[in-house]
């Protein structure tokens, strides 16, 4: 099945944009078996900083408490248990005595598995944001941060979350498909994290 993909890229602006479901390797991907109306939910915006880098951000409301954001986010070690394509996600020791997680994603482009990893070294400000930046890895820049506000939502208390994301791919690396299928790939990210921490908050 193969969707047309109408993400364009400014490089004087941002723009909101509605990222369709593109099926890269014609074959289904995640978000063809997502409501597109949860699709919608997550707002994504991709910002061309250079011929090849990009800053791509992502938002999604969700109806729980910043804590219960926050206590989904750091707890590192399940990441993968619920985001989809994330193969691994896992602490190591670092020199500086902070947090450091090694990463490792999982795609398929163009009938190709793809895998890459990064090592990230991560700072937290409670309960505001957690910032982070590649040491190491497949990229030659990855680097960004998870923000979260307090926010209204039908007289309840909820958490406005945005990742935002600067991705500058190595050479062989075509950026077209890696922005397209980062774009998709986030929305799907913040929905399960809202899953999450809607399940987490069930079991309390």
């Known amino acids: ?3 047309n993909h109408n993400l364009t890229v400014s490089e004087q602006q941002k723009s909101t944009q509605k990222i369709e479901a593109t099926d890269i390797d014609e074959q289904l ?3 063809d078996l997502v409501d597109p109306a949860a699709l919608q939910a997550v707002e994504v915006q991709v910002e061309k900083i250079a011929d090849r880098q990009r800053q791509i951000t992502a938002q999604i409301k969700i109806p729980h408490s910043v804590e219960q954001v926050w206590q989904v986010l750091t707890n590192y070690e399940a990441l993968a248990d619920f985001i989809p394509n994330l193969a691994q996600s896992r602490r190591l020791d670092s020199p500086n005595g902070g947090i450091r997680l090694e990463q490792i994603g999982s795609q398929r482009f ?4 793809f895998s890459a990893r990064v090592v990230l ?3 937290e400000s409670f309960p505001q944001a957690i910032n982070f930046h590649m040491v190491e890895g497949d ?4 680097s960004g941060s998870w923000n979260l506000e307090p926010c209204s939502l039908d007289d309840q208390t909820g958490t406005n979350l945005c990742y ?3 991705i500058w791919p190595k050479a062989m690396m075509p950026v077209s498909i890696i922005e397209r299928r980062l774009s998709q790939d986030l929305q799907m990210n913040l929905l399960a ?3 999450r921490v809607k399940q987490l908050a069930k079991v309390k």
């Not at 163009?110 to 598995?113: A, C, D, E, Q």
């Open 121 to 123: 070294d991560l700072e």
């Open 164 to 166: 935002t994301v600067k």
């Open 193 to 195: 994290v809202q899953q």
């Open 29 to 31: 991907s995640p978000s």
């Open 110 to 113: 163009l009938r190709l598995n």
């Open 139 to 142: 990229f030659k820049d990855f």
């Open 1 to 3: 099945m193969t969707r």
